[in-house]
């Protein structure tokens, strides 16, 4: 593909409104886990919930699309200048120019938790102002961006589990070469909800303290949320607004099962292959791999089993969930923030979590930060189902 330009990003999670406190938690290794507090949810593990999301107010003239998950993605959307950039770049293509692709899971599910404790004791009916469409509905957080913007280009939302966030680079890469579009605001937005919460506690996937990916007593992962945005373009306005660059994506679907990896990665290798042939790169050009990791037994494992018979045992890798928890559909578009991050400041995030790598692992995965000169980060995202997606990042000239 022709390498595009990460000309604004931006991103919200349990380690930091936006870029600096994100960055700061990543140099001082803080995890942002704590143990579950959130709603009525009375669960033994570990969440990454951001604060302050419940003050955050929307613009009046959108009130109909206040639920959590809006107001998580009007928080980010106030950090680091990036509503700016998306107005300059609107005033500068055209508003018609700009497309809009959001990934998520949970989207406003909250939403309809909160209505169902509020119905009618008699009939049974909902709240009279629940509003499905503007709240839990897959696609409201991408209408919410787009009139929040006053964006008029192609819109929609990518659900398909932890890979969302991810793939809807792809989406918008496609669209931009074929000529539809100048540019296009891309991320995700996945805010905590009880069906989640008791859902993979149900699936007896979650860890009972910080997850800890990689790591010999591995037990399971911790719910995160998060909202994570970048501005892809064509072509930037300003030179300096091409330091990181999108160069390569690759997707695959192993089809192997529901809910577990196929275990020797078969999946997640076919996405990095392709990411790589997409970028004209050999795997010895990678300079470290953001991986999945969500910290449970069989995902680390398929994936560092993936990721050893591509690259070998030296590529140094890690990952960021052990400070940031499991964002599911916005984990994409924060790691691939993370990576960028990574790219500009020289610095592989170590796995703040994790205290004794399991040695069966062949991956060389890094517990501690480790700083080096970075041109190409690889970021992987899988999901239930076994839908995969790997990104190229890269240093602009």
Do not use: W
């Not at 939403?111 to 709240?135: I, K, M, S």
């Amino acid at each position: 593909m022709r390498p595009l330009a990460l000309s604004a990003i931006t991103a919200t999670s349990c380690i930091g409104r936006g870029l600096a406190q994100t960055l700061e938690s990543l140099l001082e290794e803080r995890s942002g886990l704590a143990p579950c507090r959130f709603e009525a949810a009375e669960l033994d593990t570990h969440i990454g919930e951001v604060p302050g999301v419940n003050d955050q107010r929307l613009p009046a003239e959108l009130k109909r699309f206040d639920c959590r998950n809006n107001r998580l993605a009007e928080l980010a959307l106030r950090q680091d200048g990036f509503e700016e950039a998306l107005q300059r770049a609107a005033s500068r293509l055209g508003r018609r120019r700009i497309g809009v692709f959001i990934g998520t899971s949970t989207a406003g599910i909250l939403e309809t938790e909160l209505a169902y404790r509020r119905r009618d004791p008699v009939t049974g009916a909902l709240p009279e102002g629940f509003d499905y469409a503007a709240t839990h509905n897959s696609f409201s957080v991408a209408d919410f961006l787009r009139r929040r913007l006053k964006l008029e280009g192609p819109a929609f939302v990518v659900s398909c589990a932890c890979a969302s966030s991810a793939k809807v680079f792809g989406a918008a890469s496609r669209m931009i070469t074929a000529g539809l579009i100048e540019a296009a605001l891309v991320g995700g937005v996945d805010s905590l909800c009880l069906t989640t919460l008791y859902g993979f506690h149900s699936l007896q996937l979650t860890a009972r303290g910080p997850c800890r990916p990689f790591d010999v007593a591995r037990d399971g992962l911790s719910i995160g949320e998060a909202a994570a945005f970048a501005l892809i373009e064509r072509k930037p306005e300003r030179a300096s607004d091409a330091q990181v660059l999108l160069l390569g994506l690759g997707e695959s679907n192993d089809a192997f099962h529901m809910s577990a990896p196929h275990p020797e990665g078969l999946g997640a290798r076919r996405a990095m292959e392709a990411a790589l042939s997409d970028a004209a790169l050999e795997p010895g050009m990678i300079d470290y791999i953001n991986l999945h990791g969500t910290g449970t037994p069989s995902n680390d494992r398929s994936e560092s089993r993936a990721v050893t018979s591509l690259f070998g045992p030296t590529t140094p890798c890690s990952s960021t969930k052990g400070a940031t928890g499991h964002a599911l559909g916005a984990a994409g578009a924060l790691e691939a923030v993370v990576s960028a991050l990574a790219l500009k400041h020289g610095i592989m995030p170590g796995g703040v979590t994790t205290a004794n790598v399991d040695p069966t692992l062949t991956a060389h995965y890094l517990k501690s930060n480790r700083r080096a000169k970075l041109d190409r980060v690889l970021s992987n995202s899988f999901g239930f189902g076994g839908t995969n997606c790997s990104l190229i990042l890269g240093r602009g000239e």
